[in-house]
């Protein structure tokens, strides 16, 4: 694989915040990685963004992951009231495709870097295909759906606020996978498949696609599974 870089870019109509990536010059075509959210320790050295980051390298993809503004280097600040990222990831886009009129642009995202991309795409982001990995459809709405969010469970008395997104992937302006572990509790396949979406479903996986109670890093082999999917849709005819 080729050797990562390190990169600094400002993000789209913030340029008083820089953002920091890798970079890995694996061909003409983009791949822009977007990771989970920056208030629950989401990172681009999270495991699963930097096994698809990988992944798209070796498929011969131009592929950047980096840091959503207030993490790690990257300057600026995010609070729970604040919208979603598409600025930072617009930035991304931006410094991929440089001068390209018309790149020819994929994008993967986890969690809330998939939330990030799907609402990006419907602002008119240049991306051709997207996949959006543990797209959380509902978010946590008590103690009891955050407990199972880490036990990887159904439990008791849980509760739940949805999200915009299952109507949002459902009119996408371009194709879109979403992938979710079984034991994800905030991805609802069935209220994806009546808004028409049908979700790719990995057995025995939680939202960290991890087979494991807690936020245990996912194995090798289970990586691999969620790569090759991720590869095989971005490179689909």
């Given at each position: 694989m080729a050797t990562s870089t390190s990169v600094l870019f400002p993000a789209r109509r913030a340029t008083d915040v820089t953002l920091e990536g890798r970079l890995l010059e694996g061909g003409a075509a983009c791949c822009v990685v977007s990771h989970p959210h920056p208030l629950a320790s989401g990172t681009m050295d999270?495991?699963?963004?930097?096994?698809l980051w990988e992944a798209a390298g070796r498929a011969g993809y131009r592929s950047l992951r980096y840091n959503f503004r207030g993490v790690g280097a990257s300057t600026g600040s995010l609070t729970r009231a604040s919208p979603l990222a598409t600025d930072d990831l617009a930035g991304a886009i931006d410094f991929l495709s440089g001068n390209a009129s018309d790149p020819a642009?994929?994008?993967?995202?986890?969690?809330?870097g998939a939330r990030t991309t799907l609402h990006a795409l419907h602002a008119g982001a240049p991306?051709?295909?997207?996949?959006?990995?543990?797209?959380?459809?509902?978010?946590?709405?008590?103690?009891?759906?955050?407990?199972?969010?880490?036990?990887?469970?159904?439990i008791k008395d849980e509760q739940y606020k949805e999200t915009p997104?299952?109507?949002?992937?459902?009119?996408?302006?371009?194709?879109?996978?979403?992938?979710?572990?079984?034991?994800?509790?905030?991805?609802?396949?069935?209220?994806?498949?009546?808004?028409?979406?049908?979700?790719?479903?990995?057995?025995?996986?939680?939202?960290?696609?991890?087979?494991?109670?807690?936020?245990q890093p996912a194995t090798q082999k289970d990586l691999a599974l969620l790569?090759?999917?991720?590869?095989?849709?971005?490179?689909?005819?």
């Amino acid at each position: 694989m080729a050797t990562s870089t390190s990169v600094l870019f400002p993000a789209r109509r913030a340029t008083d915040v820089t953002l920091e990536g890798r970079l890995l010059e694996g061909g003409a075509a983009c791949c822009v990685v977007s990771h989970p959210h920056p208030l629950a320790s989401g990172t681009m050295d999270h495991p699963v963004v930097v096994a698809l980051w990988e992944a798209a390298g070796r498929a011969g993809y131009r592929s950047l992951r980096y840091n959503f503004r207030g993490v790690g280097a990257s300057t600026g600040s995010l609070t729970r009231a604040s919208p979603l990222a598409t600025d930072d990831l617009a930035g991304a886009i931006d410094f991929l495709s440089g001068n390209a009129s018309d790149p020819a642009l994929s994008a993967i995202g986890y969690s809330y870097g998939a939330r990030t991309t799907l609402h990006a795409l419907h602002a008119g982001a240049p991306i051709q295909r997207a996949v959006l990995v543990g797209l959380p459809t509902r978010l946590p709405g008590n103690r009891a759906a955050m407990s199972n969010l880490l036990l990887g469970r159904r439990i008791k008395d849980e509760q739940y606020k949805e999200t915009p997104d299952l109507d949002l992937v459902a009119s996408a302006p371009v194709p879109v996978l979403v992938i979710a572990g079984a034991n994800d509790p905030l991805v609802e396949p069935k209220e994806l498949r009546l808004r028409g979406v049908e979700p790719l479903i990995l057995p025995g996986l939680n939202h960290f696609f991890s087979r494991r109670l807690g936020n245990q890093p996912a194995t090798q082999k289970d990586l691999a599974l969620l790569t090759t999917h991720a590869l095989a849709f971005l490179q689909a005819d």
